[in-house]
């Protein structure tokens, strides 16, 4: 698969590029996502099979201020590429979040549930899911959720345990439950999923759930870091943008089409140990 990566520099960008290969990378520094011109002459001059799109504005709560940078990012660069995906016949995959989705209904969340955003974050990724879709069936948009991984050292796992050490007192909401999804193993689904040129929405998170401060507390047994963490409820720790409610699992078609389910995350996966995280699911 001849690929490019947008987004190289990140948490899925780089275990993207990891199974693709170097040439597929480009960073930031190289091409912006919202520079219609330079994306179009780098997918012309680079006539990739497939482009992953893993480039975002991801500061869920900074959005709420800076509405501007997150559309033109995440709602209107998804637009420029997939466009240039079309005009040069590749394959788009691009990544959006749980976020668009308010978890009002009955959980898991399915790729039919209507979305419904919260935030500023959630409302720029759904618009950017909307515009890659306009631009025709070459495009296959992957819903995900909680990514960590070990590109930028400033995942969750990594943040709990620096923080640890740093002495800082951890209070970590409990009453918010996601599905920790490690980032290789969410590029291995994605590449597969491109290899078979599925397109439309899918969901692709790992399986087994956990409240963030039962991900916060792995973590920290899993780095042999002994430290307390006081589990505190969403109520407490108020930030600018809304989150959906607890239970923001997602779930679906790639099960139902039989595909592997991804593995069960571990907080030390980064280490590439570490016991399984779950909720019974
Ligand atoms: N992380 C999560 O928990 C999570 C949850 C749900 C969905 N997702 C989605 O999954 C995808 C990958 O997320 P991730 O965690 O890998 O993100 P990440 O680690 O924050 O990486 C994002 C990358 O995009 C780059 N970037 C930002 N603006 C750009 C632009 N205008 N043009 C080109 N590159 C740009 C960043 O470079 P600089 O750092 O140099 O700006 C960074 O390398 C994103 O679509 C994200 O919305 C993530």
């Known amino acids: 698969m001849k690929a490019l990566v947008l987004g190289a520099g990140g948490q899925l960008g780089s275990e993207l590029v990891r199974l693709v290969g170097p040439e597929s990378a480009v960073r930031h520094t190289e091409v912006s996502i919202t520079d219609a011109g330079a994306v179009e002459e780098l997918v012309k001059s680079r006539k990739p099979d497939v482009v992953f799109n893993c480039a975002a504005y991801n500061a869920v ?62 409302s720029s990724k759904l618009a950017g899911e909307e515009n890659a879709l306009q631009e025709g069936t070459h495009v296959l948009v992957v819903r995900t959720a909680a990514v960590f991984g070990r590109a930028t050292g400033r995942s969750f796992p990594e943040r709990i345990v620096e923080r640890a050490r ?24 994605a590449v597969d999923l491109a290899g078979q040129r599925f397109a439309g929405v899918v969901h692709g998170v790992a399986d087994g759930c956990a409240a963030w401060d039962e991900f916060a507390r792995a973590a920290l047994a899993e780095s042999g870091y002994p430290a307390e963490v006081e589990s505190i409820t969403t109520d407490a720790f108020p930030t600018p943008a809304r989150r959906p409610p607890p239970a923001a699992s997602l779930e679906g078609r790639r099960r139902r089409l039989g595909e592997k389910p991804l593995k069960k995350a571990r907080a030390g996966r980064f280490l590439d140990t570490g016991s399984e995280l779950g909720c019974g699911g």
């Open 61 to 122: 709560d900074r959005a709420e201020s800076e509405k501007e940078a997150a559309i033109a990012i995440n709602a209107e660069g998804p637009r420029i590429v997939a466009a240039a995906c079309r005009r040069n016949d590749a394959w788009f995959v691009h990544f959006s979040t749980n976020f668009v989705l308010d978890g009002a209904g009955a959980e898991p969340y399915a790729e039919s549930d209507v979305p419904a955003p919260l935030s500023v974050y959630g």
């Open 166 to 189: 740093a002495g800082e007192k951890l209070r970590v909401v409990s009453d918010q439950t996601v599905n920790p999804t490690y980032a290789r193993d969410l590029a291995a689904a």
